[in-house]
């Protein structure tokens, strides 16, 4: 048997990492051999999950305390999983899931043909209920659209002083970027709101006109 490893992570430095690490250390699992990163599990681009797995050797057992350490991304972990077993030729326990732990049992294919078909159910639950999510915005979406709710950005009230501040644009005392610095706008919503307006005027004359 090789050497044993544990991988600890917690997403956020602010976390503890205390349950894991003691988890660790009741499996007598040395502390320079303990990998901890304290940062997000959507990928595996982590710097002390690389370096342990650089470590890794054939025989050698890496334990994590669960699944959801590894990482979140079960396409990932699966890819992740068979780097380890398949390549490095390494073992992998899950502390909290028993069925995911490649260590022979009876013969030499139990634990990874067990181990393999876990995660493949995981990953297929997975991607389901990330499947009834999306499903169940766009039913909440479209029964609120039928509601009368409107989605998108709230607009901003203009300034009170646009409407005077646009004729002076128009009588040419000054320009429009001068005209969005005093409303304390960016030029481009100044100069989209300015024309919008002038449309509206416009259309408006010409009704007025036709009538």
Sequence with gaps: MGKKYGYVRVSTREQCEDRQLNAMAELGIEKNNVYIDKQSGKDFKRPQYQKLLRKLKENDVLFIKS????GRNYEEIIDQWRIITKEIKADVVVLDMPLLDTRNKSNGLTGKFVAD????????????????IRQRQREGIEAAKAR???FGARQKPLPEEFSAIKKR????????R??????????????RHY???????????LWIHVL
Excluded: P
Excluded at 67 to 70: E, H, N, Q, S
Excluded at 169 to 176: D, K, V
Excluded at 178 to 191: D, H, N, Q, T, V
């Design 67 to 70: 699944i959801d350490r590894m």
């Design 117 to 132: 078909m876990v995660l493949q159910i995981l990953s297929y639950v997975a991607q389901t209920e990330r499947e009834f």
């Design 148 to 150: 009368g709710v409107k």
């Design 169 to 176: 644009c128009e009588n040419g005392e000054i320009s429009l």
């Design 178 to 191: 001068e005209g969005a610095r005093i409303l304390k706008m960016s030029y481009s919503s100044f100069y």
């Design 195 to 205: 024309n919008m307006q002038q449309a509206a005027s416009e259309s408006r004359l």
